[in-house]
């Protein structure tokens, strides 16, 4: 398997209105990843474009507003983690010997249509996502004994990091309070434990070994990447979340592929879309032991969510992996500013969809 | 680059109206490479789905629906080459190691979005491909003296074809007359120079060569792939659409990973959405020289379109691809019954979108 490498990252600032087109925007961080970049637009070998759009043929209207000529190009959708299924997809683009570098660009707007579950029957009309993180609360809440405070915890402690990220939607930080007291949408998950549809985009230029070699920038290697797709449907998602979720499943596949333990990772952006979700995640992804989530959030050794995560950046749902991907980069390169988590050189990357039917883990390292 | 097969093909009927739902409709032809290949379900490692639909998530979706539980699904599309971009990526996936066996299933309804380009404002309100086509047919006649009874020659030839493909949407025999006496839709274009949006899916199972290897199936090889994306807007498409096109630089590039020329091909499917196309395409596959086109389809020695094309198929844009490589693969393996072109044993498939802005070229070959 040849290796591949990330060697550029650039997101918006993500915001509720983008005023401007989901192409328009996907060209924002695109620009400027190949302005900053050493290679020229027309040694770009392929382009990806992740969006839950209705907008058809993406890979090419983005390639021709930006100017490149790639060999291949397509639009990849797996609702809220479109993002690292096209980063994983890019991957084996150049890991394959098809292509030697694919530019990343994801893009979404704040009234995307992926913020519905509507194919799923067993949902009935419950086709917001707060549902799913209801009945996950609650199950978490009925095993371990996980409290309100426990998630709205965690909602302090990613809106406090988002203050520290400029490209984050949410720039000031909440108490304790404001979260137990802000409005309870579907019991017991309140309107400041959900992470908000927000317009953005995020982009990554991945390249091969050979031509990595010869950039005069420093690579962030994609060691491990897992990926695991149990079902699309809730009623098959709920049976077993806790002990054999997709989550679960993908991590142990990345840190098989990147020959790693939990206890190697430094920093990692979880898919914290809702509270409970960082608190299953820590369990999910071997950081906490079952039903220990809650306090490792207090306690744990690895920095999570340094830009904010989900719930104090946004959610521009087919750019949020990308995005997460980023945030990684730049803290393995040590270019993160006051966000900065110390000399971290190995980071992970957890971003899942739709009740965490499907999940992907990669797990990226500085040399 | 690890060897990839293609070991298991199947495709629907085509017709115009389904009855069924987009994801009923994708079930059919994978439940039937599930039931009849070696491969039991729960050994999937990646399912890829290709649609123009808006439906969201389809990968995950058609994984539960059809009981697999792959590690690897998204939705890919690139309008009329989504089937080919599907399979190029789960090409992808199998040969950089990230799975032994991936399903790519194609579906689409005969009201899918992906029949307008709407994006193109320098279509204006032409947004049909018919009207690409009528410029591409104007200037092919202007540059080579190409005649509407060399088009019509086209339909002919290809609705024969389909006579012989149970699984086609049109099943009768059209003499040249039928072609040049029926409606002029945009000059040069008649009604029977089209081909015809309709419903349908296709499908194929990929696996690695030790899985290949270990079943008791014929494995077909894909011995070369080259993608070309130009641009997405007829404004650029049109400059230099016969000298440099993608299907040109597309072919050069399959033709360059197989290490064979265009003589070595013995049937190929190409993309005729309009009898313009083919003619257009045997001048890029190499098959004919420039302007030779017309004549290369009377007395041309590679088998074109046995299963009767776009044209006589129908155009299910999701599954067009994935149908064409079914196609070939059922050549190659020389079942194809009253439709078999001999003992091929080297085939091609040419896949493209939106004015040839982008294409696929495939090179299959069996042992």
Redesign the interface.
Known sequence: ??KVAIVGHSTTKFRKLAEKSI?ELACEPSMDILRSSRIPADKIEG?LFSS?S????????A??MLGV???????????CN?GT??I??A???I????CNSVLVVGAELHNS??SK?I?DVSRGNFTSPIYWASVFAKMHMRKYGTAEEDMANIAVKNRSSAADNPNAMFNKPIALEDVLNSRKLVDPIKLLDCSALCSGAASVLLVSEDLARNLDVQPIWIDG?????????IA?AIPGIFEKGASKL?AL?AYKMARLEPSDIQVAEIHDAFTIMEIMAYEDLGFARAGKGASYALDGSITVNPRGGILGSGHPIGATGIAQVCEIVCQLRHEAGIRQAGSSNVGLVHNL??AG??ATVMILRSE
Do not use: F
């Open positions: 398997m040849n192409y382009l839950c209705h907008d058809l043929y993406g890979g090419a209207i390639s021709e000529n790639p060999k291949i190009t397509c639009r990849i959708d797996n609702l479109s299924a096209a994983t997809t991957y084996s683009y890991s394959s010997g098809l249509p992926g579950l194919w990447i897992g990926q695991q797709t149990n079902c699309a449907s098959h993908a596949y969809a739709a039917t499907s």
